[in-house]
């Protein structure tokens, strides 16, 4: 089951100590790091979904451990390039779906948008440091809560739906 509760916690905290601090480079580790770690829950997310799935739908052993190996090789949480490709090759087309019909048009739009464009920050986040001095910039942790509460309500949808297959 995917933990909702944990993530906002740490994002929550996140923002506290962004808004308290006084340190320019603190403030841009606390943006980079709330990227992180949303960023780590969506991929994370999406695994235990599909783990999940195999879990309770697949007997055959060799067919688990094959999903499942595919779901490991997964790097990513890009809509188009990770997260379709992956939940066709789990769970089929078909279902899919009938589980998007039920995601609303502007929480579907979220997800896509909003996985594309983390995909980017945090690919941003992971391949550079923050040396002393620096301007670089991440979104604020605020906004990252904002945009996790707008792709929760999509990886609900996706998750109580795929418990119904």
């Given amino acids: 089951m995917v933990d909702y509760v944990s993530i906002e916690n740490t994002l929550n905290k996140l923002d506290g ?25 969506i991929e994370t997310s999406v695994d235990i979904v599909l783990f999940e799935y195999v879990d309770t739908h697949i007997v055959n052993i ?12 997964n790097h990513g949480f890009d809509y188009k390039s990770n997260i379709f490709p992956l939940f066709c090759s789990v ?19 979220n997800l896509i948008s909003l996985s594309d464009t983390y995909t980017q920050e945090r690919n941003k986040a992971a ?9 670089r910039t991440y979104s604020a942790p605020s906004n990252v809560i904002i945009d996790f509460r707008k792709i929760k309500n999509s990886i609900v949808v996706i998750e109580s739906e ?4």
Avoid: F
């Fill in 17 to 41: 100590l962004y808004n308290s601090s006084l340190d320019t480079q603190m403030v841009i580790l606390y943006s980079k790091l709330a990227v992180l770690e949303l960023c780590g829950w």
């Fill in 62 to 73: 060799e067919n688990k451990n094959k999903i499942n190996g595919i779901i490991k090789k």
């Fill in 91 to 109: 769970i089929g087309i078909n279902n899919l779906e009938n589980i998007l019909d039920k995601i609303t048009d502007t929480d579907l739009q």
């Fill in 127 to 135: 391949h550079t440091d923050t040396p002393n001095g620096t301007t």
């Fill in 162 to 165: 795929i418990q119904r297959i």
